[in-house]
């Protein structure tokens, strides 16, 4: 019942930059918690960074001081911007949202795109 659509991914050498942006189809408003994950190559999938109750942020330690995530209501979108990206970086990453309450109650993913980071 909720869509989400990730972009941004792609290629980038040790150092460099990118932004991803996750889509949703309804109002990230109503969203309990939102943000991104990423599974790197044979690894498990696991928590980057994250918006939750009162739009607190979360953050995993190895991207600390490197990874922002940001918002923007009115185009019901969520950013990570990646800045000096490391090899280690490299993975698939998801965009996650959490309804906690009403008819779109669940947690939704986005298909995932691909972040490979080269030395």
């Known amino acids: 019942q909720v869509q989400l659509v990730e972009s941004g991914g792609g290629f980038v050498q040790a150092g460099g930059s990118l932004r991803l942006s996750c889509a949703a189809s309804?109002?990230?408003?109503?969203?309990?918690?939102m943000g991104w994950y990423r599974q790197p190559p044979e690894k498990e999938r696991e928590l980057v960074a994250v918006?939750?109750?009162?739009?607190?942020?979360n953050y995993a330690d190895s991207v600390k001081g490197r990874f922002t995530i940001s918002k923007d209501n009115a185009k019901n979108t969520v950013y990570l911007q990646m800045n000096s990206l490391k090899p280690e970086d490299t993975a698939v990453y998801y965009c996650?949202?959490?309804?906690?309450?009403?008819?779109?109650?669940?947690?939704?993913w986005g298909q995932g795109t691909q972040v490979t980071v080269s030395s």
């Open positions: 996650t949202a959490r309804i906690t309450a009403g008819p779109y109650e669940g947690t939704y």
């Open positions: 309804r109002s990230i408003f109503s969203m309990n918690a």
């Open positions: 918006f939750t109750s009162g739009s607190t942020t």
